[in-house]
């Protein structure tokens, strides 16, 4: 079974500030992706990031990137240069190969004026 | 760019009654099609993988006679929830994996907006 854990329940930064989110997740498979994803109020759930576990390099998007350490089995989300847009709850998640994705709890985060 | 629409948003309902929520593909084909309910500030639980033309793979836990999944065609998916009950208010949210869109090694994969229900 795959687990993904979240220890952050909420966290906040101020705006133009960097945010660390963290998760590390279970798993005995060698081939899976990872993500982020971003649920603002809307309850839309919006892809932020995604990490091919196959791939060493750590993947970016604009402000966002991960820092993936697969031994550790971690997978954390940092996001530069904070926007108040960025206030919104946010999902580490794992897919299989069947394309099932696997949840952790959620990380609040708010970005303070 | 790849739309899953959700119909209805949001519907109320007596206790004991049927619901169907629709998941639609708007403009790209889905053979497989995820479905996940989450409770309030919790995360999303998956239920059940629907595959057009097949009997949906529940998760475990999950009560199959209780939430119906029915994948008739490329581009809609439909959850019934039998029998409702107000433990069974949730929001219920689908995703559908473009069946010829590849990113990397795995079909790309889009939310649709939710389905909040409330059972009275």
């Known amino acids: 079974a795959q687990t993904v854990t979240q220890s952050q329940p909420e966290m906040s930064v101020q705006e133009a500030e960097t945010v660390t989110l963290s998760c590390t997740y279970d798993?005995?498979?060698?081939?899976?992706?990872l993500f982020w994803y971003k649920q603002p109020p809307s309850r839309q759930m919006i892809l932020v990031i995604r990490?091919?576990?196959?791939?060493?390099q750590n993947a970016t998007e604009n402000r966002f990137s991960v820092n993936f350490q697969k031994a550790a089995k971690s997978f954390s989300l940092k996001i530069s240069d904070s926007q108040l847009g960025d206030t919104a709850m946010y999902f580490c998640a794992f897919m299989r190969a069947g394309n099932q994705f696997y949840f952790g709890t959620g990380t609040s985060l708010t970005v303070i004026p | 760019g790849a739309v899953v629409s959700q119909h209805p948003s949001w519907v109320i309902c007596k206790s004991g009654t049927s619901v169907k929520i629709e998941c639609r593909s708007l403009d790209f084909q889905a053979t497989t099609m995820f479905w996940y309910r989450q409770f309030p500030k919790q995360s999303l639980m998956l239920m059940a993988t629907?595959?057009?033309?097949?009997?949906?793979?529940?998760e475990q836990g999950v009560e199959k006679d209780k939430f119906l999944i029915n994948h008739a065609s490329l581009t809609l998916s439909t959850l019934t929830v039998t029998s409702a009950h107000p433990e069974d208010s949730s929001f219920y949210i689908c995703?559908?994996?473009?069946?010829?869109?590849?990113?990397?090694?795995?079909?790309?994969?889009?939310f649709g907006p939710g389905t909040r229900l409330t059972v009275l």
């Open positions: 990490q091919e576990a196959y791939k060493q």
């Open positions: 995703s559908a994996r473009d069946s010829w869109r590849e990113v990397s090694s795995y079909n790309e994969q889009f």
């Open positions: 629907s595959n057009e033309g097949s009997k949906a793979t529940y």
């Open positions: 798993t005995s498979e060698n081939n899976y992706y």
